[in-house]
């Protein structure tokens, strides 16, 4: 009876010690594949070492990844561990021009390489059509569409389906829409064009009569002089404006409020307001005193005018009463610029004084007021730029500032900012990460990625510089105006 407890008992704690061994196995398991997913790799001379990782991902795909000199086993699009600190990475693909850059790998930290973009060295190319004159072209942030004027008329041309080796053209007749258009001609200049998300409408701006107006791209027919129809829109809502009544209300600045354009975000006579062109309403005031604006989703970040000795960035979210101090500028010459994105549910809020970079972080943008801005603050230095305005990328990933042909590139996928000098006046992105000019003296057309690596020559002559240029959204077709024998030609070229 002794030796069966007793063969019971062994029994008894052998069970145990499998359990606890197991139990120690699948923790020890655990463990390891936390450490490796982490980075963390055991050394041929056995030390631990914690690698970082970068996903490199190329348009094309398929090309030949060379790091420090060393080539991988893997082709893009690839993940490759990497041992923290700098790391000279260079494409290469045949055919195609080659790309390189110096990366900081961070160990523990994914570095998302998903950008370089390799063209191929010898593209076909077409004339899609040709034009004795040409007034303006204009791509679509998304760069699936474009507008096109040929001369000082009312009759312009939607371009779509860039993506595809046939685009369509489309006429819209803008007759009537604003003043001094009715017999079919517009000498107007345009000072702002923005495209609403979904690409059904334009808010366009007219520099001589300061007229707003929202055209309808589905249906020209159902296009909105705002200008003509506010004093109707705030009649509709029964609102007086906080401006004296006497005061002639005009229209200063305006912005897609949403996605689909039918709500818009106006300055009118120092306030903000909101018009609704489906009921054809306009909010009371969002906020008062203000010089200019910003808007990201349902927040409004914005200057006020300068009295008492100070003017004011504040913030407010839509719907909100009150608005948060973000900062307060006692330099009645100081240049303000400010913006507000999101990138990985994070959301950034920058802005300038001066010369002086203010960046700050946080989950999301603060609500309900105050005199303190909650969030983190990433960036306080000065740089060689005094920037008038900051301009939000299409993909929300960068803020681009701008002092004449110098500007400020913030990089909200790592935090940081870059300053160069960009040999042009204006901002032109030519996909999500490139920026592009053309060489007005040579039609160069020269390219580089937003950091000014990797400078490309895509047209060696005869390239426009007045007009836009795009690839198209799947990545196949490269669009720009060049110079004809007479006129201009719009140039697809295969990429």
Known sequence: MDDLEELRRKRAIKVVLTDIFMALSVVAIVCILVAVVAGWRINSDFSIQQNGLAAIKTSPAGAKIIIDGDEQSLQTNARIMLPGGEHKIEIEKDGYERWEKTVKITPGWLLRLEYPRLFKQNREKKVIKDYETLKFFYASPDHNSALLSTNDTTEWYLITDLANEKPKFKKLNIKGIFSGTEEGEFTHKIKKLEWSKNNEKLLIGISETNEWAILDLRDIKNSINLTENYSRYEANAEIVLAASTKTKKTLTDAKFENESGEKVIVTVSGNLVSLDTVSKTASKPIAEDVVKFEIYGTSIIYSTRFEEGRSFIKLIRLGDKNPTIVAV????????????????????????????????????????????????????????????????????????????????????????????????????????????????????????????TNVRVLVVDKAVNDFNALISSNNKYFYYIAKAEEGYSLIQEKL
């Not at 010459?333 to 507000?340: E, G």
């Not at 006046?425 to 020269?446: C, N, Q, T």
């Open 329 to 452: 500028n006692t330099d009645k010459n100081a240049i303000l610029s400010f913006n507000l994105t999101k990138q990985n549910s994070t959301s950034y809020l920058l802005y300038t004084i001066g010369n002086r970079l203010h960046v700050f972080k946080a989950t999301d943008f603060p609500t309900g007021g105050g005199n303190k801005l909650n969030m983190k603050k990433i960036i306080d230095e000065e740089t060689g730029v005094i920037p008038s305005e900051a301009i939000t990328s299409y993909n929300s990933e960068f803020i681009v500032l701008r002092e004449g042909s110098r500007v400020i590139i913030f990089d909200s996928e790592l935090e940081l900012w870059h300053e160069y000098d960009y040999g042009d006046e204006e901002i032109r992105f030519l996909d999500d990460y490139m920026f592009y000019r053309v060489d007005k003296a040579s039609g160069k057309f020269l390219t580089w990625d937003f950091d000014s």
